[in-house]
DNA sequence: GAGATCAATATTGTCGACAATATTATTAAT
DNA sequence: ATTAATAATATTGTCGACAATATTGATCTC
């Protein structure tokens, strides 16, 4: 009766102790800067000291989370020179992907991006400030997929926490701060155009206006 | 008497267990795709499983290892797709770090550059494979380091393992397999110029140059 | 009263044992 | 003999306890 190895048990506590770890940090739950007690973490995610450390670890890599060996393990601080590194490297990343996958995009793939950018504007519509990041998130997933270069679509999954934890941060300061709802819209034009190098010149601008809307509230939140 | 916090206690068994396990799977003496039982890798670096573990996850973040839960963890394989993603992925991160860094060379940097070069170039002639691996590598490094992204780097010295690898395996299958005296003559030359583009262009053809090199043994051991 | 020295407490690092799952060996049925 | 079901074993996942280190608090000296 059993469903056996039909199912080969994907699932490990430790994984979901990171999916719940990553979504506390992203909500702002546990502050910017703060120091993470393990037993009381752990204790609070009902689950062993030891699983918690596995989950920490692979946050840590990431950069979620600092950690000192002897000294403890802290949130990530908010900062402008890290915000600064981490969209100048996203703007690299999603160059090369572009450059990987623009032969192979195709009617389908362009159906899709074009699904995504509505959802995003849906979300925006609907004044739903997290769904309008998740839904920015992924359609900027689309050119990694696209890309088909499993390196990069990596690098790009351990970069993207790293943003959503400033989006939400941002969202939460002043909580009218979700992207705009035309942003993308030339992004998706030339996306689905044939200038590859008008694309590239084109994210520039369009990460450093994002790097600006982002950067915005840390003046007003963190002095340093 | 005790130095106290002086030193602040920077060595954890779980890093140096990571170390030692990464030297094992770098030497070849654990062999590609084969399993890693815990308790014996474990008994034989002389710590606990929950060590290793934790040792372990780390590598498996950068992909030296292959975590499938429930069923094992598994030395990486050989790949002629993967590495082709690693030189792929490898040259637009040096480009990106060309690009930081390019107005931040000076001639204390450049001398530097210069001195790895030579010291490349004397393990080479000393016959010291192992020695003219590191040696490349740190010759790479430079770039990363020059460009003050941390995240770049980051991302270098996640990838650079996997490289190692290759080399490493390489290295092992025919034993004279090292970089070739002048491989990198154009290379400085033009790091040392004042022609960003050209450098550039010069990286994909010295990175498939590599490629090609580290490939073709590939054909001869493993042919799937 | 400020600073240093030492004891007490708290927190992280490491370990060995138990539970859950997968793999292998055995048996039974056709 | 081959396959399916089941028992036995091996391996990984998770836990609670102990050891090593850091932090806090108290005592002492000047």
Redesign the pocket.
């Known amino acids: 009766m059993k469903s ?2 039909q ?11 990171h999916e719940r770890l990553q979504e506390l940090i992203l909500t702002g739950d546990l502050v910017p800067g703060s ?6 973490v ?1 204790a609070r995610l ?9 989950a920490m670890i692979r946050l840590s890599e990431i950069g979620l989370l600092v ?7 802290y949130i990530r601080k908010l900062d402008r020179v890290d915000l600064q590194e981490i969209y100048s490297f996203r703007t690299g990343l999603e160059k090369m992907a572009f450059q990987f996958g623009w032969d192979k995009r195709d009617l389908i793939s362009l159906a899709d991006l074009q699904m995504r950018n509505e959802r995003l504007c849906q979300t925006i519509s609907d004044n739903d400030a997290f769904g309008a990041i998740m839904a920015e998130l992924h359609l900027h997933d689309w050119c990694y997929e696209l890309s088909g270069h499993s390196l990069l679509l990596q690098s790009w999954e351990r970069l993207k926490p790293n943003l959503q934890f400033y989006f939400a941060m941002h969202q939460k300061a002043h909580d009218r701060a979700g992207p705009l709802r035309e942003s993308h819209d030339e992004y998706i034009r030339l996306a689905k155009g044939d200038n590859l190098d008008e694309m590239l010149r084109h994210l520039e601008d369009h990460m450093q206006q994002g790097l600006q809307n982002t950067q915005s509230f840390l003046d007003t939140t963190s002095p340093g």
Chains 1, 2 share one sequence.
């Open positions: 056996q190895n199912t080969p048990s994907t699932d490990t506590l430790k994984d979901r102790t120091k993470l007690l393990e037993t009381q752990a009902d689950v062993s000291r030891a699983t918690l450390r596995e950690n000192l060996p002897f000294r403890g393990t």
